[in-house]
């Protein structure tokens, strides 16, 4: 993972760092098909170990179109996540707009079974060389 994450928050404890990247080889613009990946990584600066249980994302095209999507974990794994430890995972978004947005938020369990809310930092997702600001 690469140490230059351009998205970054942090939720009673717990740091969480984006960093998106255009993936023009798998992208096709001619048909309205335009494809990211994002690195995420998960920091637990409490002092008790973590386990990420569930996700949501909120992804919002250039259209102002928005998709929810709900899962438990993330890439197939609900990982355990040690006090100073951290958690990687690369995942993709296809749009159908060159630019676009994501924010979401993890669903994380102490030891005492309690599950909190960890935000993931609102992304723009574009096309390198386009300029756009979040609103």
Same mark, same amino acid.
């Given at each position: ?14 740091? !969480? ?10 992208? @096709?613009? @001619?048909?309205? &098909? ?6 995420? @990584? ?11 249980? =569930? ?10 179109? !928005?998709? @929810?999507?709900?899962?438990?974990? !993330?890439? #197939? ?14 995942? #993709? ?9 994501? !924010? ?9 079974? &309690?599950?909190?809310?960890? =935000?993931?930092? &609102? ?13």
């Amino acid at each position: 993972m690469s140490s230059a994450f351009a998205y970054s928050v942090e939720t009673k404890g717990v740091v !969480v760092r984006v960093q998106p990247s255009y993936l023009a080889a798998q992208s @096709e613009p @001619e048909a309205n &098909h335009w494809v990211w990946a994002y690195q995420i @990584e998960i920091i637990n600066l409490t002092t008790a170990p973590l386990q990420l249980v =569930a996700r949501r994302w909120t992804i919002t095209d250039a259209l102002g179109r !928005v998709e @929810e999507v709900r899962g438990s974990g !993330v890439v #197939g794994e609900q990982p355990v996540i040690q006090p100073g430890d951290s958690f990687a995972y690369a995942s #993709g978004c296809p749009l159908p707009t060159p630019s676009g947005s994501m !924010v979401g938020a993890y669903f994380v369990q102490d030891q005492a079974g &309690h599950i909190f809310e960890v =935000a993931i930092p &609102h992304f723009s997702l574009d096309v390198p060389d386009t300029r756009r600001t979040l609103n």
